[in-house]
């Protein structure tokens, strides 16, 4: 159960990103009073959990509804973790974890910005939708194990709304060196267990030793 739960907090602190979610949101709210700012914080952090506990708790079905086995969803997920572990350690930057230009130009003119692109993508984005249901499926029904990963999730937006609420602080702090430098180590170890995904993936779909 403990080795559930910290591969499942080492997956989604890679996949969400609390510090470059703070970092994004000191941004888009700079304007806003404090008060603004803590509503737009919990709000994102609402619908964000929402979305991610869909995807926990119906993922499953989603795979059997499409005829996807867990074998394809380890290696395919492994495969999309993999770019994201190599995007966070070469401080480079697809989508699958930030905003695109073009969806930072819209927030830049929306003024509710809680939904769109707090929640999604910046929160609840491609790679922790898929780290979440890679989790819960590499679970295989155990109760128990199902909680923990659910309970780190919850643990995770957890810091993801506290780094919001503290953005400011944060990005003084560590300044944009600092954060670069954490998010290229957790980019390191989100590659390496995105490694272990597709080569479990591998292992369980027979591919070695069908021959």
């Known amino acids: 159960m403990l080795d559930t739960a910290i591969l499942a907090f080492t997956t989604l602190f890679a996949t969400i990103g609390p510090l470059d979610v703070a ?27 929402i979305i991610l506990l869909l995807f926990a708790l119906l993922g ?15 290696i395919g997920g492994g495969i999309l ?18 905003t695109t230009d073009e969806e930072t130009q819209e927030a830049a003119t929306r003024q509710d ?24 499926a ?14 780190t999730l919850l643990l995770m937006l957890l810091l993801t709304l506290v780094s919001m609420l503290l953005a400011t602080h944060i990005s003084r702090l560590l300044g944009v060196t600092g954060m ?11 590659t390496a267990l995105a490694v272990q995904f597709i080569l479990d993936g591998i292992t369980r779909s027979g591919l070695l030793g069908s021959g």
């Open 23 to 49: 970092a994004m949101f000191a941004v888009l709210t700079a304007k806003d009073t404090p008060k603004m700012r803590r509503r737009t914080a919990y709000r994102s952090t609402m619908v964000a959990t």
């Open 113 to 136: 910005i809680a939904i769109f692109p707090l929640a999604t993508p910046l929160i609840a984005g491609p790679g922790a939708m898929g780290a979440v249901i890679l989790l819960m």
């Open 60 to 74: 499953e079905l989603m795979l059997r509804s499409l005829g996807m086995s867990l074998a394809a969803l380890q």
């Open 180 to 190: 670069h430098v954490i998010s290229r180590v957790m980019g390191v170890l989100l």
């Open 81 to 98: 973790l993999l770019l994201i572990g190599i995007e966070m350690a070469f401080a480079i930057s697809s989508g699958a974890t930030s």
């Open 138 to 151: 590499d679970t295989e029904g155990v109760l128990l194990l199902q909680v923990s990963v659910v309970s």
